[in-house]
Nanobody, 124 residues
Framework: QVQLAESGGGVVQAGDSLRLSCAAS????????VGWFRQAPGKERECVAR????????YYADAVKGRFTISRHNTKNTVYLQMNSLGPEDTAVYSC?????????????????WGQGTQVTVSA
């Protein structure tokens, strides 16, 4: 069963960039679609980006479209989330998870292998 671990979070200022990494163990990540999710205090977990097994199909939430880019390097068993033009509204715990479900699901309940998450804090 795939298990994921996130890294790359931190405290940045508005307008800065961060790159998050999602590294897999226990399985070949290329067999899975992968999603990046975030959860801010008092809010539900939301999918901000999703990438298909091949990397060709990608989904972005409206709130991050044009600022975030999801990519994957299957031989490194890693998926990335490049986040540019960060704002205070992006402050959250970011997590990644995997799914084999057919279709472009962004429902967190259809994903598994969750890591501990990485905190992203953006100051104004």
């Amino acid at each position: 069963q795939v298990q994921l671990a996130e890294s790359g979070g931190g405290v940045v200022q508005a307008g800065d960039s961060l790159r998050l990494s999602c590294a897999a163990s226990g399985a070949y990540l290329g067999n899975y679609h992968v999603g990046w999710f975030r959860q801010a205090p008092g809010k539900e977990r939301e999918c901000v980006a999703r990438i298909s097994r091949s990397g060709v199909a990608q989904y972005y939430a409206d709130a991050v479209k044009g600022r975030f880019t999801i990519s994957r390097h299957n031989t490194k068993n890693t998926v990335y989330l490049q986040m540019n033009s960060l704002g205070p509204e992006d402050t959250a715990v970011y997590s990644c998870a995997a799914t084999t479900m057919v279709g472009a699901s962004t429902d967190p309940t259809t994903f598994y292998g969750w890591g501990q998450g990485t905190q992203v804090t953006v100051s104004a």
